[in-house]
């Protein structure tokens, strides 16, 4: 029997997953978490034989979620997401995550990689893998993306200024240059692209 701890923030989605994985014979959906963080504690509680997450989960999301899980187990993690993007992928597979799957994968193929995972296994979606394979080299300096990743947290300028040690107007115009390379309007969007691409 496999024993899974599964995790995605939208109730309806795990339910159904969770019934559709319930279905196979030799598959049981020992837990279910709605956030990463909660995932994470049931992996230490139950010590499941695979860890399926959800990509996008709000707070602590699946990448999170998984470099802390492998933090402490080399349990098997498949991630799966509505929206793939191939920067997530090298870093979800930089952590060590086992399968990387759309959400819109039918439930036999599921069922199907979660077994071959179980088993030793890999497995990337070939579109995304694709996708990853044709990516663009990052244009962004270590420094504009050392400031970027302080303003996808949502800090302030005077907060990424105190933590950098750097003057403020100095801030701003390392982030006015990676929002010029990456043509985006506001220091925000250009972290979240960068977050996007998987350089963050």
């Known amino acids: 029997m496999i024993r899974v701890v599964l995790a995605d923030d939208e109730d309806l ?3 159904a997953l969770a019934s559709l ?6 598959i049981e959906v020992v837990a279910q978490a709605g956030d990463g963080a909660t995932a994470v504690e049931l992996v230490r509680e139950h010590e499941p034989d695979l860890v399926v997450l959800d990509l996008e989960m709000a707070g602590m999301d699946g990448l999170a979620a998984a470099e802390a899980i492998r933090g402490e ?15 997530v992928l090298k870093r979800a597979l930089t952590i060590g995550v086992r399968a990387f799957v759309p959400k819109v994968t039918p439930a036999p193929k599921l069922s199907a990689i979660l077994r071959d995972v179980h088993a030793g296994g890999r497995y990337v979606d070939p579109e995304l893998a694709a996708s990853a394979l044709s ?9 504009e993306l050392e400031l970027l990743r302080h303003s996808h947290n949502g800090e302030t300028i005077a907060a990424i200024a ?9 801030v701003r ?7 010029a390379k990456l043509g985006a309007e506001t220091r925000y969007a250009a972290a ?5 691409e998987g350089w963050l």
């Open 13 to 15: 989605v795990r339910g």
């Open 21 to 26: 994985l319930e279905l196979e014979a030799d």
């Open 73 to 87: 187990t080399d349990v098997p993690i498949v991630m799966v997401t509505r929206h793939a993007r191939h920067g």
């Open 135 to 143: 990516a663009r080299e990052c244009p962004l300096s270590e420094r």
């Open 162 to 170: 105190a933590a950098t040690h750097l003057a403020q107007g100095t």
């Open 173 to 179: 115009n390392y982030l006015s240059s990676a929002m």
């Open 192 to 196: 979240r692209r960068a977050w996007e």
